[in-house]
């Protein structure tokens, strides 16, 4: 309870049994959780259904025709986002020993890596001169697969450590009601009211960004006592992190090239393959924390950090895909028209 930052009233007696004296305790009333903390969860929900609200404003049915329009680039991104990064974030937790040690920050590793895409990543995708198209379409398409994946790959890579039960059903209710059921609204939206859309597009991208700080602002904030945990979140496991962000952007800008992709699509599947939905990510760590006994936010700790330092590695990468992934004049062009 008192790592579930619960409150609760308790009457304390002192007795003795077989000779020896013990300290008893009984419960005067159920242990309930802090006003602050409910009304911090509640605005979390609330914010970031508004955050994919706005996601929806800007996708249309035909982001979602170019599967079949460049279905190698699609198929590419998606063995990348699904398979490859979470298998490396148990490579990596394994071989650094938070595995065994510190399995919620593994489990942080891996729902990471179990989550889409996000606008982030559309973003930087423009900066990088890549297939804004492409990369606007994997995140569409990731996005609605995360209602299978998420849940799928958390319990399959997490199956194997006692201390973690992982709650699908929950995480699948979190899908559907915070990412499936307001990109849907949002694109109906755009639909029949186009100008609408177009004229609220800047105001929800403003409120993704600071639903994102205010979020690991004051989860950071509510657990700053964590942080001097150095064992467990010592100099090893921020490279850890970081690196898991770059190696996988990295391996995405060289694997694309053996089915001869364009540097200009290699790129958007980069972005796309490194940075995540990292909104999404937090807030389920938030939520699940709780139920699964992760009491240090471990989860919460691990994907904020990821959240906060891939903007760094992603401009870093925009600087060295002019080296390893240059740009034919036409190519770039026309991935911005």
């Not at 399959?156 to 559907?176: E, R, S, Y």
């Not at 657990?223 to 979140?233: G, I, L, P, S």
């Not at 691990?302 to 002019?322: C, E, P, R, S």
Request: hydrophobic share 55%.
């Amino acid at each position: 309870m008192l790592g579930n930052k619960l409150v609760f009233r308790a009457l304390l007696t002192e007795g003795g049994l077989d000779g020896q004296k013990y300290t008893f305790i009984r419960f005067l009333h159920p242990p309930a959780q802090l006003m602050l903390d409910k009304i911090f969860k509640i605005a979390i929900v609330f914010m970031f259904f508004f955050v994919m609200l706005g996601m929806g404003l800007n996708l249309t049915l035909n982001d979602f025709k170019l599967v079949l329009q460049k279905p190698k680039g699609i198929v590419i991104g998606i063995i990348f986002q699904w398979f490859l990064m979470p298998l490396l974030a148990l490579g990596m937790a394994w071989a650094l020993g938070f595995y065994h040690k510190f399995p919620f920050i593994y489990a942080g590793m891996v729902l990471i890596c179990a989550c889409p895409g996000g606008v982030t990543s559309n973003l930087m995708t423009y900066y990088a001169k890549g297939d804004l198209a492409l990369s606007v379409s994997l995140t569409s398409v990731s996005t609605f697969l995360a209602l299978f994946f998420t849940p799928l790959i958390l319990t399959v890579l997490c199956a194997n450590i006692p201390d973690i039960a992982i709650p699908t059903g929950l995480i699948a209710q979190t899908i559907i009601g915070l990412v499936i059921v307001p990109l849907i609204i949002g694109m109906s939206i755009r639909q029949k009211w186009l100008n609408f859309a177009v004229k609220a597009t800047p105001f929800f991208s403003a409120l993704g960004v600071f639903a994102l700080l205010m979020v690991i602002g004051v989860g950071v904030y509510t657990n700053v006592e964590k942080f001097a945990d150095t064992q467990r979140y010592s100099l090893i496991f921020y490279i850890m992190v970081v690196s898991l962000s770059i190696l996988g952007m990295l391996l995405a800008a060289f694997f694309p090239k053996m089915f001869r992709i364009e540097n200009y699509q290699t790129r958007a599947i980069s972005m796309e393959v490194g940075l995540r939905n990292s909104t999404l990510a937090v807030t389920i760590a938030l939520l699940i924390q709780d139920l699964m006994g992760d009491f240090y936010s471990s989860m919460f700790v691990t994907t904020a950090i990821y959240g906060i330092t891939m903007y760094v590695t992603g401009f870093l990468m925009i600087l060295l895909y002019k080296i390893i992934l240059p740009l034919e004049d036409k190519g770039a062009g026309d991935t911005l028209k």
